[in-house]
């Protein structure tokens, strides 16, 4: 699963990485994103049932996803909620699944913008919480804006 703005590229790559069985889910709030997503999508070589996009706040929507039903979710989105993504991708993701926060470096910029306060505090937020979880094992990756990425334990 991936929750986040623009999931198209690194959909593509996800889907590239993927069982050919397997599904991808996005969620985005944003329509245009959904409709250029999908675009890539069938423009790369991947048919509708390869992917599911599902509209609305990633909040509000991951809730009505299946427990443990996921091997990863990818957060690329509002870094504000990056700690709300944690608790419902702990709660989404098989035992041995992973879940991958982008641009969490601290002074990394998304969207090449400084972030502001309550941006630094959610990533310092989000950092403490995976570093404090048994259920977690985490490794943060200084590649681009950064990736900290953790793998959840049986």
Not at 112 to 133: F, K
Request: hydrophobic content about 45%.
């Amino acid at each position: 699963m991936e929750i986040g703005t623009g999931c198209g590229t690194s959909g593509i790559w996800l889907l590239r990485g993927m069982r050919p069985t397997a599904v991808l889910t996005t969620v985005d709030v944003e329509p245009e994103h959904q409709r250029l997503a999908r675009a890539a999508f069938l423009a790369a070589g991947f048919q509708g049932g390869r992917y599911r996009l599902i509209g609305g706040l990633a909040l509000e929507v991951l809730p009505r996803l299946a427990d443990g039903a996921y091997d990863m979710v990818f957060c690329d989105a509002d870094r504000q909620e990056f700690p709300g993504y944690l608790i419902a991708a702990l709660r989404l993701l098989r035992p041995g699944g992973i879940v991958v926060f982008n641009a969490t470096l601290p002074g990394a910029a998304a969207a090449d913008r400084p972030p502001g306060e309550a941006e630094m505090a959610a990533l310092t937020d989000l950092r403490d919480q995976v570093r404090s979880d048994e259920r977690l094992v985490p490794l943060l990756l200084p590649v681009g804006n950064g990736l900290l990425t953790a793998v959840k334990q049986a």
